[in-house]
């Protein structure tokens, strides 16, 4: 069975990566920094930021003084830029099962599926990293820099 939107752990490390670099335009953050502020595994984030580097939004530096900043790129980016990074283009689902029960015809749940998909997608389509970062760093102290 599908689910109306995926956010698999990847890409809510991802998502909420970015908008804990972007609050930090100008600092090197450590993948251990990071973990330790959102409360995640480093092992899955050394996975999850490496995506990001090689898809342009972050970019690391090595080393022991070293570590991840967001790029200009990631900056301007939005949060269906990074989800869709992470998990492919966010499309709608035409039905709960891989095979349609009803034969594509009289669907129990009419429209419901691609209206939410398509209101979470503009939703995150209007979120960029660097505004989100900005009004969300004045509300949660995880965020702060």
Do not use: W
């Amino acid at each position: 069975m599908a689910s109306m939107i995926r956010v698999s752990e990847a890409a809510a490390l991802a998502l909420h990566t970015m908008v804990f670099l972007a609050a930090r335009p100008d600092q090197l953050v450590s993948n251990r920094e990071i973990a330790g502020k959102i409360k995640a595994s480093e092992a899955h984030l050394s996975k999850v930021l490496q995506r990001l580097a090689r898809c342009g939004f972050v970019k690391s530096i090595p080393g022991p003084r070293g570590g991840f900043a967001v790029t200009k790129k990631g900056g301007d980016s939005t949060l269906l830029d990074v989800y869709e990074a992470i998990e492919g283009p966010l499309d709608a689902e035409p039905c709960l099962f891989q095979s349609p029960a009803c034969g594509g015809r009289g669907c129990i749940m009419g429209d419901a599926l691609n209206v939410a998909t398509h209101e979470m997608r503009e939703y995150m389509k209007k979120r960029k990293l660097s505004q989100l970062a900005h009004t969300i760093a004045k509300l949660n102290p995880v965020l702060k820099a």
